[in-house]
């Protein structure tokens, strides 16, 4: 049934399970690629498909102000808007909240945003946002939360993580309890005590799963590392978790051996624009360096996508020092399907009873 969440092995904190939506199964532990804007970047779904992404994300923030709800109703829906026919994740709006700091006034009701296209006035409520998310059909939808940089006074984050509870309740109460499903947001920042009110009051609101937000803003990695582990173990077992704004090798690894599901970052297409080239085992290296002009070897001998298959690091190179677009396709291609790779392999390792060695090995080579 929609919303169902089934663990099928475990691996120590290692999670492997099933998430029922009603545009299909997600396979856990998932990576989803970012479609900010209805598109992930230089990608058709076509390839989204060939690749085995079963979700993608988009943007409350940035679809609101273009093209906007109405167009978005009347298209059908985001599914038929972007032609993509799997599951789809809306975020809120409060990534935003942080990144648009100059430009947004926070409140107890909600945000008042300037957008950064024109200028225009917008406002953010909880409702309205659930509201909005439901209209455009998607399968998840995450409650409005107040992000805060790390670091910051810790009664800047109590406050915050005050205000991401009164905002989850309020979203709870709107929600129509459909066809999509309503994730919480923990909140809290670096603190034990307010990650752990913050996640007790949110699972006391029985959402169908929960997000671990605030991290990657600033903190080191071995904070993200425990404070993303001790949220994890606080959130129920039957119900997934998402750690939002993840998207290393490294970072993905270390999540899954904390107990996490679900992830999703901008950065492997972001890093395939650029010429960065993501492996399977963990390590990086950017195709706009001398070496690659002469190298004749696949972006990665351990991955079977397509790009792997066909195309030889001196030709991507090559594409990169002439301009041509081409190039960014083909790596943000390579990136992504490096990850969903690495999440299926990783499934797999829990399911086999392999995890561990698995989980070093990458690890290991992430940090050469």
């Known amino acids: 049934m929609n919303g169902d969440f089934t663990l099928r092995a475990t691996a120590g904190a290692a999670r492997r399970g099933t ?12 990576f989803m690629p970012v479609g900010t804007l209805a598109d992930v970047k230089l990608l058709e779904p076509r390839d989204l498909h060939e690749i085995g992404t079963r979700i993608v994300l988009a943007n409350t923030y940035h679809l609101w102000l273009r093209p906007g709800a109405e167009v978005l109703v009347a298209a059908g829906g985001l599914h038929r808007f972007m032609a993509w026919d799997g599951p789809l994740l809306t975020d809120s709006g409060g990534f935003q909240v942080f990144s648009l700091e100059s430009r947004r006034t926070v409140d107890n009701d909600g945000v008042t945003f300037r957008s950064h296209l024109d200028g225009s006035t917008h406002r953010f409520t909880p409702e309205g946002v659930v509201a909005f998310q439901e209209a455009l059909g998607v399968d998840i939808a995450m409650v409005l939360d107040q992000c805060v940089k790390l670091p910051s006074p810790r009664d800047e984050i109590v406050a915050a993580a005050a205000r991401t509870t009164l905002w989850a309740q309020r979203s709870a109460a709107a929600w129509r309890r459909g066809a999509t499903l309503l994730f919480g947001i923990v909140q809290g920042g670096l603190e034990d005590d307010l990650r752990a009110r913050s996640a007790r009051e949110l699972v006391a609101l029985d959402l169908p799963g929960y997000a671990i937000g605030g991290l990657s803003v600033g903190e080191s990695r071995a904070e993200m590392d425990r404070v993303a582990g001790m949220t994890a173990a606080l959130l129920p077992a039957d119900k997934p978790r998402y750690l939002m704004g993840v998207g290393t ?13 679900l992830f999703d970052c901008v950065y ?18 950017n195709l706009r360096n001398a070496v690659y002009a002469r190298d004749f070897a696949p972006l990665d001998e ?13 030709y991507l190179a090559h594409l990169f020092r002439a301009g041509e677009t081409l190039g960014g396709r083909l790596v943000s291609y390579h990136n992504v399907a490096a990850l969903t790779g690495l999440v299926r392999e990783s499934r797999a390792a829990i399911e086999g009873g392999g995890w561990e060695a698995f989980r070093d090995g ?3 080579g992430a940090a050469q």
């Not at 998430?19 to 998932?30: D, F, I, R, S």
């Not at 492997?268 to 290296?285: A, D, F, K, M």
């Open 19 to 30: 998430l029922e939506t009603m545009h299909g199964a997600v396979e856990t532990p998932c």
């Open 249 to 261: 090798v490294r970072d993905l690894v270390a999540g899954i051996d904390r107990g996490i599901d």
């Open 268 to 285: 492997p297409t972001r890093s395939g624009r650029h010429g960065r080239v993501l492996t399977r085992r963990g390590t990086e290296y």
């Open 302 to 314: 351990n991955c079977d996508c397509r790009i792997c298959g066909v195309y030889s690091r001196a």
């Open 362 to 364: 990458v690890l290991e």
